[in-house]
């Protein structure tokens, strides 16, 4: 690819992945610095049927409202896999951004013309739809290591990595624009305005998805429609096939792989529990995202600082995962994960000290401030994106979506636990629950990683393939466009 054709396929990435995702990076963030807003719309909402609610109570139902995320997100990822495999990768990104839409358009009336239940069903459907966009838009940018150049996605194996970033970039970019959004100095005081901007948005997301090309490898390979593949290629790449590589789909694209398949092959049943690893160190940003200010205050920060501390977060998280993108192509993606795995799992304990420390030295909670933009960083930097995208570079191209898809359900399902108990076990015994809920499951599944995970970047998947059998791979099996190797790619190209 030239310099002005990577420049426009990185264009496009970014204003689809910004759109797409924005939905689920804004309203996943506005709820944590907006909480006192919506205690008071809760309250409010409530009494008309003549409750009161405790601190406790209202901890439980906050958790409830907020944990219809994870069902729906599990449910979507479930979904995902059969729109992105029968109606195509734009196809599917463009039906769960179509019902972000609508989802968007029931959280300004649930909030405008007051409704608990409608607020909950709107949570539920948003996060249906955020898994839908999610993986389809990680499907139609990740590239595909083989050697047809027709059998890959939308972007060439050199900028798998970056593509793959786009993702996270945006929902750390719209979750700080949330978090911004949610403080009681710009919108977090008008709930209506709050959640319609996310209104105007959502809609933008299903325009910008009509006019791009479907993926080129689901044209070739379930459409067998070489011509389309190749006006795909071009959209987003700007180069022209090879003849004879439109006729030939190669052994890797055969039939779509099932369930049944990746828990009865070994090395398949070993690639999906390490990317539910890489996922469960990461599953604790959740209680961050959703959380982090008033965890902050229960840790004696007063409601300004706590609140803007949330918010500053989101913004290292955003720079963070800028300098991740530069990172994630020059340095390999096990050292990646380890080193982040490690900082993050730091940051959550020193939180936990500093917290239950503070009662006896008040000074202590500066070690919570610096624990909350520790683990946002180091999130962002890297664990968060591979934790996302690990599972499609461990698996061939016939189980890919399905791998990736069944491990993002089993975490969000994990997730939906972990995070509905931690407000209420926080009001039992303090921060102590993030040390039994994340700080020691975290630990146990990067021991896991650190033993058992190969390396991907740019890497065949004929090589990981024989990495995770527990083969040493041949002296030869050598990094793509490594800049220290001088390898012919053609003999990489035969060994895939």
């Known amino acids: ?50 409750y009161t609610l405790s601190t406790e109570t209202f901890s439980w139902v906050w958790s409830a409202i907020l944990d219809t995320w994870f069902v729906g997100f599990a ?24 019902l972000n839409a609508v989802s968007a358009g029931l959280s300004f009336c649930a909030v405008t013309w007051p409704s608990l239940v409608l607020f909950s069903i709107s949570r539920l459907l948003f996060s249906l739809a955020a898994a839908i966009s999610m993986n389809c838009l990680i499907l139609l940018l990740q590239a595909r290591s083989c050697k047809q150049l027709l059998s890959s996605e939308a972007s060439p194996v050199s900028m798998r990595g970056v593509m793959s970033f786009y993702a996270e ?49 689901f044209l070739l390979n379930k459409r067998n429609d070489t011509e389309a593949a190749a006006k795909a290629l071009f959209f987003y790449q700007r180069v022209a096939p090879v003849e004879e590589e439109c006729l030939d789909k190669g052994a890797e694209n055969e039939a779509a792989g099932s369930i049944m398949e990746i828990f009865r092959t070994p090395h398949l049943r070993k690639g999906l529990l390490l990317g539910l690893c890489a996922l469960q160190v990461a599953v604790s940003i959740w209680p961050i995202v959703f959380f982090s200010t008033d965890l902050l205050r229960r840790a004696g920060i007063d409601d300004d600082l706590s609140e803007l501390v949330s918010t500053i977060m989101l913004f290292t998280s955003t720079l963070c995962t800028c300098v991740g993108m530069v990172l994630v192509e020059k340095i390999g993606r096990r050292t990646l994960l380890i080193i982040s795995s490690l900082v993050n799992i730091s940051a959550l304990l020193l939180f936990v000290v500093s917290a239950e420390i503070t009662p006896f030295y008040s000074h202590a909670n500066i070690g919570c401030i610096v624990a909350i933009m520790a683990h946002g960083g180091s999130y962002s930097i890297a664990l968060g994106p591979i934790a996302w995208f690990i599972v499609s570079e461990l698996m061939p191209i016939n189980v890919r979506a399905t791998g990736q898809s069944l491990a993002l359900a089993v975490n969000q399902t994990i997730a939906l636990l972990l995070v509905t108990v931690t407000l209420p076990l926080h009001d039992r015994i303090g921060a102590w629950s993030l040390l039994i809920l994340f700080v020691v499951p975290g630990t146990l599944a990067l021991i896991a990683i650190y033993r058992y995970l190969p390396e991907t970047r740019a890497t065949p998947i004929d090589h990981v393939i ?22 012919n790619k053609s003999k990489i190209y035969e060994a895939e």
């Not at 804004?26 to 309250?43: C, L, S, V």
């Not at 979507?76 to 179509?98: E, F």
């Not at 209104?199 to 090309?213: E, F, G, R, T, W």
């Open 169 to 217: 970039m945006a929902f750390v970019v719209t979750n700080l624009f949330g978090g911004m959004a949610g403080m009681r100095s710009i919108l977090g005081t008008n709930l209506p305005m709050l959640t319609g901007v996310a209104v105007v948005l959502a809609v933008a997301s299903v325009l910008v998805v009509i006019p791009v090309a479907e993926s080129p490898q």
């Open 466 to 487: 024989l990495a995770l059998k527990g083969i040493k791979l041949p002296a030869d099996a050598l990094e793509l466009d490594s800049p220290r190797k001088t390898l």
């Open 75 to 98: 449910v979507g990822s479930c979904l995902a896999p059969i729109l992105a495999d029968r109606m195509g990768r734009k196809s599917g990104l463009l039906a769960g951004n179509a």
């Open 1 to 50: 690819m030239s310099t002005s054709a990577r420049l426009r396929l990185l264009a496009i990435g970014a204003v689809l992945s910004l759109l797409s995702i924005f939905q689920m990076g804004y309203a996943t963030a506005f709820p944590n610095t907006a909480i006192d807003a919506f205690r008071d719309y809760i309250n409010e909402t409530v009494a008309d049927y003549g």
